[in-house]
């Protein structure tokens, strides 16, 4: 039986396999590369589907003080049901007789599709066995994470609403799943 630990480990290998994290023979090379790091505490969540084991990596960071550093003076207001009910009364409104078309897509691995600053990845760091690791994207538990991720998924649906035609297209963002609501007709 494999214990959650080492289940931890290789979810981290594994990120770093992607090119999320960087890995480090020892807490001086590591800071040799990085500066003075912050190393936070990880937990690793394991649920297991059948045969199918998902694994999800908690960086610590409220109770090491990096979360503490981190200033977010806004945050993201997600679409309602009713915005995608008032999208497809739109395009009926339009285009009576239309076919309505909803289309849900998903931004695999959406917050590590962004890149942290050189210069801060000192404080997404860990170890775990003697090996040391820092994050190169954001990992889940920084609290600026969904802020930025919402700032890019607000850009890259604004630019994609700008190529749609208006009067039949519409997107809806929940997080990292895109909502296409769209009207064909003859």
Aim: aromatic content about 6%.
């Amino acid at each position: 039986c494999v214990s959650e630990t080492e289940v931890a480990e290789a979810e981290v290998l594994e990120e770093v396999q992607k090119g999320y994290a960087q890995l480090f023979g020892s807490k001086e090379e590591m800071e040799a590369a990085l500066g003075r790091c912050h190393p936070s505490r990880m937990a690793a969540i394991v649920k297991a589907k059948g045969a199918e084991m998902k694994v999800r990596l908690i960086h610590d960071l409220r109770r090491s003080g990096i979360n503490e550093m981190v200033q977010v003076e806004e945050r993201i207001v997600l679409p309602r049901l009713s915005d995608v009910v008032d999208d497809v009364l739109r395009v009926f409104r339009r285009h009576p007789g239309a076919e309505v078309e909803l289309c849900v897509t998903d931004f695999s691995d959406a917050f590590k599709q962004l890149q942290v600053a050189r210069e801060e990845q000192r404080f997404l760091t860990g170890g775990s066995s003697g090996v040391w690791f820092a994050f190169k994207a954001p990992p889940f538990g920084i609290v600026s994470g969904p802020l930025l991720w919402g700032r890019t998924a607000a850009l890259i649906m604004r630019l994609t609403q700008a190529c749609l035609p208006a009067s039949s297209a519409a997107l809806e963002c929940y997080v990292d799943d895109p909502m296409l609501t769209t009207g064909a007709w003859g």
